[in-house]
């Protein structure tokens, strides 16, 4: 099949992006990582010693990320429905993390373990259809805030991927009332034309849970 005229357009942006040829040149796995990095820059999220979810894995630049900040003493459980190529410190399941056997499997690798940050750079696959691309985003980032809910540390934190759009001011309220601090991040690493945004919580509320 010839490619489309808007494949070749992201081919030659892709292949001309800072970030791309960055994260070619440090061996990450893709260019997320820098949105992670410059993230925990700013947020001081990763630590030596926690544990960290990471949901939506694949191709792994953020396990990458993780992994190395949180050191051999801390733990990295990455899940995506496509496959992982190994990463040292990270343990990974291949899953959907919309069925519960999967979640089953995510809860034994934590072993009892609390959770010290969640993130998700989980988004579905695009159809085309604007409102049910974003229906199906926000559910994931619905999904991803119940499971930090669960196992978040009081004090732990949930990085999620959302896209500003319909149902964005809804799971923005309702992440407001689960969480004591909540914040925008748009790293630089992000397209300009993007709608994504990262909201980044931090501090389970006492009286927190699903409504």
């Known amino acids: 099949m010839k490619p489309s005229k808007t494949s070749k357009q992201w081919m030659r942006e892709h292949v001309s992006d800072p970030y ?6 440090a061996g990450y796995r893709s260019r997320a ?14 630590k030596p010693g926690m544990v960290v979810v990471d949901l939506g894995a ?27 190529d190994p990463l040292a ?7 959907d993390f ?23 750079d989980m ?13 199906r985003a926000m559910y ?3 999904l991803a805030m119940e499971f930090a809910l669960e196992h978040l540390t ?19 309220k309702n992440m407001r009332q689960h969480f004591v601090r909540v914040v925008s991040r748009k790293p630089k690493a992000s397209r300009d034309r993007s709608s994504e945004v990262y909201l980044l919580a931090s501090g389970t509320l006492e009286n927190s849970g699903n409504p």
């Open 20 to 25: 791309v040829q960055l994260a070619q040149k």
């Open 33 to 46: 990582a820098y949105k992670l990095l410059e993230i925990d820059e700013r947020d001081h999220l990763l």
């Open 58 to 84: 694949t191709p792994g630049g953020w396990s990458q990320v993780a992994a190395t900040r949180v050191g051999q003493a801390g733990k990295v459980i990455a899940l995506d429905l496509l496959p992982l």
């Open 89 to 95: 410190g990270v343990t990974f399941i291949q899953g």
């Open 98 to 120: 919309r069925e519960e056997s999967v979640l089953h499997q995510l809860e034994s690798a934590l072993a009892g373990r609390s959770v010290g940050l969640v993130i998700s």
């Open 123 to 135: 988004a579905p696959n695009i159809s085309g259809i604007v409102s049910a691309d974003q229906a």
């Open 140 to 142: 994931l980032a619905e």
């Open 154 to 172: 009081p004090e732990g934190s949930f990085l999620v991927k959302v896209f500003q759009g319909a149902g964005f001011e809804a799971y923005l």
